[in-house]
């Protein structure tokens, strides 16, 4: 499992500042984080996710920015599990043999003191929802002024430096929470790739 859980780099100091000032200026878009439910549509329930977020529209300089850095990301990890056994150079491994990889919009969250988001995982259950086919999960971590707010999965949890991404699967495999941020903000972009297999 800890092959398949990964800190990697994304952006440099320079562009995290830049990523900084561009969502502080996008900052009146925060708004309550919405969760899935199994019978309903996305909905704000603060009781297994307090924090807020927005999307960052595609065209934006946030995007542009981190998704470029997310796709160095995709790189270096399917490097390191390449070096760790070849069989991981095929679907629906992104960037992998006869695969094609599409990006779901990026969200930027933000964590202020006690807030956090409980165990789940990110590939949805229900074969018919469109996010089932979710393999992989970014965690991009741009700020460091905080305390607690780790990214916890069952082998351990996680604090990457600003510009470090934690890349693991989507799947039921991988549970994981937000711990509640003890002081300060916590500031991450999150994104899914799902994976399309080309003959």
Same mark, same amino acid.
């Given at each position: %499992?800890d092959n398949l859980?990964?800190v990697?780099?994304?952006?440099? !100091?320079a562009?995290?500042?830049?990523?900084? #000032?561009?969502i502080?200026?996008?900052?009146?878009k925060?708004?309550?984080?919405?969760?899935?439910?199994?019978?309903?549509? &996305?909905?704000?329930?603060?009781?297994?996710? +307090?924090?807020?977020? @927005?999307?960052? !529209? !595609? !065209?934006?300089?946030?995007?542009?920015?981190?998704?470029?850095? %997310?796709?160095?990301?995709?790189?270096?990890?399917?490097?390191?599990?390449?070096?760790?056994?070849?069989?991981?150079?095929s $679907?629906? %491994?992104?960037n992998a043999?006869h695969? +094609?990889?599409?990006?779901? =919009?990026? =969200?930027?969250?933000k964590?202020?003191k006690? #807030? #956090?988001?409980? /165990?789940?995982t990110?590939q @949805?259950? #229900?074969?018919?929802?469109?996010?089932?086919?979710?393999?992989?999960?970014?965690?991009?971590?741009?700020?460091? @002024? $905080?305390?607690?707010?780790?990214?916890?999965?069952?082998?351990g949890?996680y604090?990457?430096?600003?510009? =470090?991404?934690?890349? &693991?699967? +989507?799947? /039921?495999? &991988?549970?994981? +929470?937000?711990?509640?941020?003890?002081?300060g903000?916590?500031?991450?972009?999150?994104?899914w &790739?799902?994976?399309d297999y080309?003959?």
């Amino acid at each position: %499992m800890d092959n398949l859980i990964q800190v990697v780099d994304c952006l440099s !100091d320079a562009k995290v500042q830049k990523v900084l #000032q561009a969502i502080e200026q996008e900052s009146h878009k925060f708004g309550g984080a919405p969760v899935h439910h199994k019978n309903a549509e &996305f909905h704000v329930d603060t009781k297994v996710r +307090s924090n807020t977020c @927005f999307s960052a !529209d !595609d !065209d934006s300089y946030i995007a542009r920015a981190i998704h470029l850095g %997310m796709q160095k990301s995709l790189v270096l990890y399917k490097r390191n599990l390449i070096d760790y056994h070849h069989a991981y150079n095929s $679907f629906p %491994m992104p960037n992998a043999q006869h695969t +094609s990889i599409r990006r779901e =919009q990026i =969200q930027i969250l933000k964590y202020e003191k006690e #807030q #956090q988001y409980k /165990w789940h995982t990110d590939q @949805f259950p #229900q074969r018919e929802h469109r996010l089932h086919s979710r393999e992989l999960s970014i965690v991009l971590y741009l700020t460091d @002024f $905080f305390t607690g707010g780790r990214t916890c999965l069952p082998n351990g949890c996680y604090k990457p430096t600003p510009g =470090q991404a934690l890349v &693991f699967p +989507s799947n /039921w495999c &991988f549970p994981h +929470s937000a711990e509640p941020v003890k002081s300060g903000t916590k500031i991450v972009a999150v994104a899914w &790739f799902h994976a399309d297999y080309n003959e």
